[in-house]
């Protein structure tokens, strides 16, 4: 799906969550926030800034 390989994209550029092209009322946005989350960088919190 489009929408999961857009996230996936997003979550390895280091984009926000509010990159997400697609409105809150799309079904597209789930698949988006889907392949983002499966991609992004967990941060540590050792190595949060405070």
């Known amino acids: 799906m489009k929408a999961v390989a ?4 997003a979550g390895r ?5 509010t990159a997400c092209p697609y409105p ?6 789930t698949a988006w926030v889907r392949g983002y989350a499966e991609t992004r960088p967990v941060v540590d919190d050792d190595q949060a800034v405070e």
Do not use: F, N
Request: hydrophobic residues 20%; positive net charge.
């Open 6 to 9: 857009a996230g996936r994209e």
């Open 13 to 17: 550029r280091g984009d926000p969550p």
């Open 24 to 29: 809150r009322t799309s079904t597209l946005l």
